[in-house]
């Protein structure tokens, strides 16, 4: 007697429709796991790609201006108005337009910091100020600028010291 291999109802059986729902309400729930860490991923890349820009603008920053104290002959200096360098570099001026967070290398005629030039955006405060040196030291620089993101979540403050005229530290 031969009897075939598989025989009465099994050999037709496919997957039923519970299974087939359990399959898909499985897959949705995986991919909706992949998308957000997808997502969460992305965002995290974006907000660090932002913030290395932002300290790469106030670092360029800071030893912009540096730069520029460096190559002023020392002098008698007068406090700056604020935001400003005031008259420290001769005809060069640096100031901070508040009202758009815009460092600006502009001329003394422009009291208003409107200037086109810009060095650095996403500032939040700019000083230059004098430092302690000593009786026969020529005079030092302390520039300080804070960068903020433009979400207000993070910001850096960097400083940089300059001799004018300069000479090292």
Do not use: K
Not at 2 to 23: D, M, N, Q, W
Not at 91 to 103: D, G
Not at 137 to 165: E, I, K, M
């Amino acid at each position: 007697m031969v009897t075939p291999a598989c025989s009465g109802p099994r050999r037709l059986r496919g997957i039923s429709l519970v299974e087939v729902l359990i399959a898909s309400a499985l897959a949705a729930v995986l991919l909706g796991a992949l998308a957000r860490i997808s997502i969460d991923g992305l965002t995290i890349q974006r907000d660090t790609s932002d913030t290395n820009e932002m300290l790469f603008q106030a670092r360029f920053a800071v030893g912009h201006v540096v730069a520029r104290a460096e190559a002023t002959p020392p002098r008698t200096f007068n406090p700056p108005p604020a935001n400003t360098t005031g008259d420290w570099f001769g005809a060069v001026r640096y100031c901070l337009n508040t009202s758009t967070s815009l460092l600006i290398e502009t001329t003394q005629a422009d009291t208003a910091c409107v200037g086109t030039r810009v060095i650095a955006d996403n500032i939040s405060a700019f000083s230059v100020q004098l430092a302690a040196a000593g009786p026969l030291d020529r005079p030092v620089a302390l520039v300080t600028l804070t960068a903020t993101d433009s979400r207000g979540r993070q910001s850096f403050t960097l400083t940089g010291t300059a001799r004018f005229g300069g000479s090292s530290l």
